[in-house]
């Protein structure tokens, strides 16, 4: 098979990514390792910024997000028993977000490359990256026993965090930057009415906890738990009463439990390689970078990574390099904007374990400044609806 870009990795990174390039007719296979339900049937983020929604609708997938997805102009904060709502729309001068769950739009974008024909192959084992320091490059895999070669001008690595082919590049051509977090989150979907109808991102003595949605009928709750729990040692109800125990009184009162129909445990860090850009390999999304979920970013990053890709494609095959030359850098400019929001508001929200009385006394006074001053508010939101891109 020959391609002009072989896309390693059939997430949302994979598949914004092969969307954008069949609009500009740029043709690409993407290969995934896993089965499209396995994909499909990882619960993950839920927030998209209005630059991914713009993307969504650019590359014929947002219908159905317009049709079931929930704008949202503003989040709540909990903390000290009561909740203070930040006006998003307000404060970035009319944005807003979007809770469209992550599975639902790699449905979209997966049915639509269907849709148009294109070919994405699942179940693609052992793949591997070959001659990216050339400008013939090839990835190989096997399928149904059958070992198959790509030749390609271009791989895009969009496979995640644990994927191949930020691992294919030489450890001394790429350097890394991390901080692990001491706890991680314990997450619950429940076909339960979210008792908000906004998120609530809660500050208790006892931990994080987080109130989001899928919709009007389904919930997606999330507490912080220690790093050695495992999510079958929580039974529901002691998670309903956890949660509970971190909300102001009037919203756990409120609160609509029912059984978990799915429970899991993500670990939380903060992960940056550099640079994103290895002669014709690409890394994008979590292959090149992860945010801890609490700023909602990870998802949205993959998005514009991809968006800054296709848009380096398209101007390659029209003649120009400008702009793979200056894809990494413009990307890290906004992934490390993206890091360190994620890991400001991870910093407030959380207990940290080792702190003494200075950590939360720190915690609560920037909490008083966000409510009563407008310019830290407007901080929060901006960062919070998605930066302008450049
Ligand atoms: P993904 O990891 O989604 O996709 C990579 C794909 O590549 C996968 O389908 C994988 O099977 C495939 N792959 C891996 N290795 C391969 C190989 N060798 N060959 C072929 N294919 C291969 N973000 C938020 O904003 N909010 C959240 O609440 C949130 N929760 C999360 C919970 C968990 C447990 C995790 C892991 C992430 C969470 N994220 C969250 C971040 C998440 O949404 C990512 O940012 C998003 O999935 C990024 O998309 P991709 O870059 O496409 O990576
Ligand atoms: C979610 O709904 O899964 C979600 C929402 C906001 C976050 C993280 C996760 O910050």
Redesign the pocket.
């Known amino acids: 098979m020959r391609v002009q870009v072989a896309i ?7 598949h914004l990514l092969g969307q954008q390039l069949y609009k500009a007719g740029i043709d690409a296979v993407v ?4 089965s499209q339900a396995y ?1 499909l049937g990882r619960i ?4 998209l910024e209005q630059g991914t929604i713009e993307l969504l609708n650019q590359v014929g997938a947002g219908a159905r997000m317009h049709r079931e997805g929930l704008v949202h102009g503003g989040i709540e904060l909990g903390f000290n028993g009561r909740h203070h709502r930040i006006d998003l729309h307000k404060l970035t001068g009319g944005k807003r977000v979007m809770i469209y769950g ?1 599975t639902e739009l790699t449905k979209d974008l997966m049915d639509a490359r269907a849709g148009a024909g294109l070919t994405t192959v699942y179940e ?1 084992q052992d ?1 591997t990256l070959h001659d990216f320091d050339s400008d013939q490059p090839s990835v190989r895999y096997t399928k149904d026993g059958i070992t198959h070669e790509v030749a390609c001008d271009f791989i895009a690595g ?7 082919s930020r691992a294919s590049v030489p450890a001394d051509s790429l350097q890394t930057f991390e901080r692990i977090y001491p706890f991680g989150w314990l997450g619950v979907l429940s076909e339960t009415p979210p008792v908000s109808d906004e998120l609530i991102y809660a500050n208790h003595e006892r931990g994080f906890a987080l109130c989001s949605m899928r919709s009007h009928t389904r919930s997606r709750y999330y507490i912080q738990c220690a790093l050695e729990d495992k999510a079958d040692q929580w039974s529901d109800d002691a998670f309903w009463d956890e949660l509970r125990r971190r909300l102001a009184p009037e919203v756990a009162e409120a609160m609509v439990t029912g059984p978990s129909i799915e429970k ?1 445990i ?1 670990p939380l860090r903060s992960f940056v390689a550099e640079p994103m850009r290895f002669g014709r390999l690409f890394l ?4 090149a970078h992860i945010v801890p ?1 609490t700023g ?7 998005a514009s990574d991809v968006r800054y890709l296709a848009q380096a494609f398209a101007e390659f095959y029209a003649g120009s390099e400008a702009g793979i030359n200056n894809y990494s850098d413009t990307c890290l400019r906004r992934v490390w904007k993206a890091v360190r929001f994620s890991w400001w508001f991870t910093s407030l929200m959380h207990k940290f374990p080792d702190d003494t009385g200075f950590g939360p006394r720190v915690q609560a006074a920037e909490l008083d400044y966000l409510i009563r001053s407008e310019a830290a508010a407007t901080s929060l939101a901006e960062n919070y609806v998605g930066l302008p891109f450049e």
């Open positions: 390693v990795g059939g997430g949302p990174a994979g290969l995934e390792q896993r994909v993950r983020a839920g927030v992550q693609a793949v969009c496979d995640g965090y644990h994927g191949v899991s993500a994008a999304g979590d292959a979920p909602a970013k990870g998802l949205n990053l993959a």
